[in-house]
């Protein structure tokens, strides 16, 4: 059962413009989001959280917007790079307790083309 | 360096072989946790282990897999018996302390095992 769900398993965007990365997930209870970031034969990375008390959180070139009515979260990245061209997973968990209570979606292929 | 250290990069093994696989974390990191990750599938918890004790081992297979964290040493993740079905990456994460959100994880680059 996927509880957190990247339904666009890749995206490509010409390097300058925006891109937006969704990810839905199934569980109400769900507060924390993570964004992590993995490049091929490398581990993920972090990038970027949010936690439901807010509905924005900005660092730098990335945003994270989240919409728990809807039960969905958006990474935007602007202006796009081709240093950015990964794989972004979106994470989620019901606490703040340890990572076993995180759930990983499947992840989208990000191309930011030159 | 600082990072969490996974080895073997690559192991391939003969099904009924076992697989041993070892992750030093990040310095200063006491949680560690495994995860495997399939091909076109996200990163599926396998187990949550701290300094000579297992916390969680729900996302473990019952048989054949097993893990521990010595005091000394790195973590093993030791796979048994090895069947096709095993062959996927391996990543272990490590974090300083126990909240997810609060303290990321660090993941080393994972070992990629292919049972033929």
């Known amino acids: 059962d996927q509880q957190v769900k990247q339904n666009s398993p890749s995206l490509s965007v010409q390097e300058g413009r925006i891109s937006i990365l969704n990810c839905d997930y199934t569980?109400?209870?769900?507060?924390?989001f993570l964004w992590y970031k993995k490049y091929p034969a490398e581990g993920p990375t972090f990038l970027i959280s949010?936690?439901?008390?807010?509905d924005k959180n900005e660092d730098g070139r990335f945003t994270v917007f989240l919409n728990k009515s809807a039960k969905h979260l958006s990474l935007h990245i602007v202006p796009s790079q081709p240093g950015d061209s990964a794989v972004y997973f979106c994470?989620?968990?019901?606490?703040?307790?340890?990572?076993?209570?995180?759930?990983f979606g499947t992840g989208t292929r990000l191309t930011v083309i030159p | 360096n600082a990072g969490v250290m996974q080895n073997p990069r690559h192991l391939v093994r003969r099904r009924g072989q076992e697989a041993r696989l070892r992750c030093s974390p990040m310095k200063g990191h006491s949680h560690v946790y495994w995860y495997r990750q399939l091909p076109e599938e996200g990163l599926k918890f396998m187990v949550y282990?701290?300094?000579?004790?297992?916390?969680?081992e729900s996302g473990m297979p019952k048989e054949r897999f097993s893990a521990e964290f010595p005091k000394e040493g790195p973590s093993i993740l030791r796979i048994q018996q090895v069947v096709r079905g095993d062959s996927a990456a391996y990543f272990c994460?490590?974090?300083?302390?126990?909240?997810?959100?609060?303290?990321?994880?660090?993941f080393g680059n994972g070992t990629r095992l292919t049972v033929t």
């Open positions: 994470a989620a968990s019901a606490d703040q307790t340890g990572a076993n209570n995180l759930f």
């Open positions: 949010i936690s439901s008390i807010k």
């Open positions: 569980n109400s209870m769900f507060d924390y």
């Open positions: 994460a490590s974090s300083q302390d126990r909240s997810a959100y609060n303290s990321p994880l660090h």
């Open positions: 282990l701290q300094k000579e004790n297992i916390i969680d």
